[in-house]
């Protein structure tokens, strides 16, 4: 990467940080002023989504998986921190120290699941991959759903109450300190996603998805090295997962779902197979998106089309899946392949750095 | 139209590949209208991906025409339905299919040439209710042979007919390929270079999928060095073809 | 006795059900090499507009009953048929892509539904024989459980026999098995593809009006919950076998219901542990090829 890159993205970086201290409105994209409690909640939702993203683009843009089941670490990193910190922590440890602990425990935890479920997964490969992960997926969906052991509380999920953290992350005050937070786990999940993908064992990962033969001839065994890349992206999705929490003082079943590992997977296709910086920005655009059109669904505009227009349109998700659908067929490689096809052969975007 | 000195299959410049690697690399050859053209190389060189090219079975570029019109654009049922009839290496019979309904399905005319097929290979008929998958290597290239002939063809591409083959089956096939270039030209690949001989009148030599030799076959066959050279087995006309290409393939 | 007896039968009642889904899916797959993650919408579209239909005619009347499921059918396989020509033939060979515009059409179908007929279940009426039960071997057995059982056996017959005894079903059993062969044959197997789809569809359709029978209820996501239980049977079975996952369909669903009665309510755990096992010991799934 050349320096001057480093340099841009430090800086986008520092501007990100900045926001909550600045009045910038983007009329039709935030919902307020960038200093608003509302749009910096919105916008570290999306952080973390955008990390979710980057970490499944390791898993499907570099080691060509097709893993139906990546939300299974998200949700493991919700529950694992929600569960530890409810329910497993004594109540006497300052809540600080309990919520470093928890962190660490937690992680500690995604790393085991996220070995396990590879290492079976992995056994298999193509479709049947696929559809294996789904099935664990699937099974850990079951599993917070019916309130197993009494810890993941059902439908209604587990909700952190502000005696389990410190105070600075407590409330609509300290927006912007979450707010940093998601970006500083955005940060730092790209810093892993770039270190692995950078690795000797990202690039075999690579190679191996282009052509398993030829590993093979190296004397490496995909199976390994995949199996490295998939527990670092779960672990990776994990983090993200804690930051939700954290956000959402809780976590919901719905972060383990089939419908929301199809929504990352949407994202990462959007944004451009294979770009990081295409996971970043589908993760954010599609956030973006996703509040806009149901604000826009819930507009007198709306409401006075008739009900041919107006039911789809009232739709959020209808119009995510077709635009989806439409990118998929007509604009392979998504917003970043678009955006490298416009300016095609300047300085680096003929060789690497996707 | 035709002239009787024109090429049934001009190839001009193919080039194909397989999942990103290329195999066949700017390839130019002729067929005959009237009788075999043998498509020599050691293994492992694109004999079968040329084949496979020229029916749009896998990725390629460049001119393919067939009794002077281009079919390098159509899809392969396309071609194949001009009058170009298959027998792929390894027969790909339906081995769960009866071989009754495999070769119903090969069928693309009106009036299929049954009574050929069942002169050619009595032993179908007595096991046309047998599951193709259940059948003897050598019945199975029956079948794939009997899949071509049921058909008038204008061309039939062959690989690898005899590969795996006892002698004795060697010989029967080979008598079956040359009743069938009687009515059709043929483009043939084959290893056993006794039944290259046999039947072939041009040769076009392949070797790191490119064209390195062309012309008429006896004059190559005779040439032993050329033959040593080009295939790696010098004199040796009732060679073995060993499963899989070996390293020491070509480093004698 | 009679418990075991009752989660037999209403077992393969269920079994059923996740037949109409999975032969589609498994046919689909076999052929084309496409996950269809559409498919539950075809089912759910097919119960919606069956329901809507069938109560127009006659609510909770054997006729109203009939029409419905001849809808559902049509509606699936119209829904199948434009998914393939719209979407999928235009991704010709790329699988990945395939998938995921099914998984589009998913997603934004499931949300349309929603947008018309509500995110909450609707509850439908029964004609008033299916409500009742009857006795075999001391086990009371819902009615429901039989017209299930009959339905899909008989779609299982007509779907085998279509294979066996036509030019299409030869061309379909054919290019499952290997499709490059069957184009260099001289055959258009592209039609084929909408047959199938045609096929499942019309399976899943009917699986949709048959499930609100089952459930009493047709909703927005019916076939999406449904669609995760099938692509286990699929698999369990073996993609492509049609005869896999008729096997696997009932299998499943018998082993579903025990495991919710006997073991607390585990069964969907149970399932997804089971595939996890049949994978690891046989990949290509029961009656399934090995998989390239
Ligand atoms: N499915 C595949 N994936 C990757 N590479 C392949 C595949 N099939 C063939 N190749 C490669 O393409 C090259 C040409 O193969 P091809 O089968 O055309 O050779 P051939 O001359 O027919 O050899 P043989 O005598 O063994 O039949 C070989 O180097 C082979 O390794
Ligand atoms: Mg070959």
Known sequence: MSRIKIVLGALLVLFAALLPRLNLSIPGVLPGPTYTPGTLQILAYAFLIAALAL???????????????????????????????????????????????????????????????????????????????????????????????????????????????????????????????????LV?????????????????????????????????????????????????????????????????????????????????????????????????????????????????????????????????VFILGMVFVLVVMFIPGGIAGLAERIRPQTEESAHGQR | MASTTQPILRVEGLYARISGQQVVEDVSFSVAPTGVTALLGRNGVGKSSTIKAILGIIERD??????????????????????????????????????????????????????????????????????????????????????????????????????????????????????????SPMLLVEQNLTVVRELAQDVVVLSGGRVVHRGPAAEFLDDERLVERHLGVAGAEDHHTPEGSGPDGGAR | MNTVILLLITGVGLGALYFLVASGLSLIYGLMHVLNFAHGAFLTLGGLLGWEVGRRVGDGTWAGLIVSMLVGMAVGALFAVVTELVFIRRLYNRHIEQVLVTVGLGIASVALFEGIWGTDAIITNKVPWLRGTTTVLGARIPNHIWLLI?????????????????????????????????????????????????????????????????????????????????FIVTVIGGLGSLTGAAIASVLVAVLQQFANFYLGGTGDLIIVLALAGVLLVRPSGLMGRKLS
């Open chain 1, 188 to 316: 730092v999940v790209y810093l892993g996603t770039l270190w692995i993908e950078r690795s000797r064992i990202g690039t075999v990962a690579a190679a191996a998805r282009e052509n398993e033969l030829r590993v093979r001839v190296l004397g490496l065994r995909p199976y390994t090295v995949r199996l490295f890349v998939f527990t670092a992206a779960g672990v990776l999705a994990a983090i993200a997962g804690m930051g939700m929490v954290l956000l959402q003082s809780g976590t919901t079943p719905r972060v383990t779902s089939a419908d929301f590992t199809l929504t990352i997977l949407v994202i990462v296709v959007l944004g451009g197979v294979g770009y990081r910086w295409g996971a970043i920005v589908g993760g954010m655009i599609y956030t973006l998106l996703d509040k806009r059109l149901s604000d826009l669904a819930s507009s007198d505009l709306i409401a006075s089309l008739p009900g041919v227009l107006r039911v789809p349109l009232s739709e959020p």
């Open chain 1, 55 to 185: 970490s499944y683009h390791l898993v499907f843009g570099v080691a060509g998986l097709l893993s139906f089941g990546h939300a299974l670490f998200f949700g493991a990193g919700a529950y694992g921190l929600a569960i530890i910190l409810r329910r497993l922590l004594p109540a006497e440890l300052p809540p600080g120290t309990g919520l470093l602990i928890a962190v660490l425990l937690t992680l500690a935890l995604s790393f085991v699941v996220a070995t396990v479920v590879g290492s079976v997964a992995l056994r298999v490969t193509g479709i049947t991959f696929a559809m294996v992960t789904l099935a664990f997926a699937q099974a850990m969906n079951v599993l917070v759903r019916r309130n197993t052991g009494g810890i993941t509380g059902g439908e209604e999920g587990v909700s952190v109450t502000s005696a389990m953290v410190p105070s600075f992350l407590i409330g609509v005050r300290n927006s912007a300190n979450l707010y940093w937070i998601a970006l500083a786990i």
């Open chain 3, 150 to 230: 009959s339905v899909a056996a008989l779609v299982l017959a007509a779907i085998v026999l279509f294979l066996r005894y036509t030019r299409y079903g030869l061309i379909i059993r054919a290019g499952v098995e290997n499709r490059t062969m069957v184009t260099a044959l001289g055959i258009d197997v592209r039609k084929s593809f909408t047959l199938v789809f045609a096929i499942g569809g019309a399976a899943a359709g009917l699986g949709g009006v048959l499930a609100s029978v089952y459930y009493g209820n047709v909703s927005a996501h019916q076939g999406q919950s449904m669609l995760i239980y099938a």
């Open chain 2, 62 to 183: 460049g001119t393919v025409e067939f009794d002077g019109e281009r079919i390098d654009g159509l899809r392969t049922d396309r071609i194949v339905r001009r009058g170009i009839a298959y027998v792929p290496e390894d027969r790909e019979v339906f081995a769960s299919l009866t071989v009754e309904e495999n070769l119903t399905l090969a069928v693309r005319q009106a009036e299929p040439n049954r009574a050929l097929v069942d002169e050619l290979f009595p032993e179908l008929r007595t096991r046309s209710q047998q599951a193709a998958g259940t059948l003897s290597g050598g019945q199975q290239q029956m079948v794939s042979l009997a899949r071509a002939l049921l058909n008038d063809n204008r061309l039939i591409l062959v690989d690898e007919p005899t590969k795996g083959l006892a002698p004795k089956l060697v010989f029967d096939v080979a008598r079956v390929l040359k009743a069938a270039a009687e009515t």
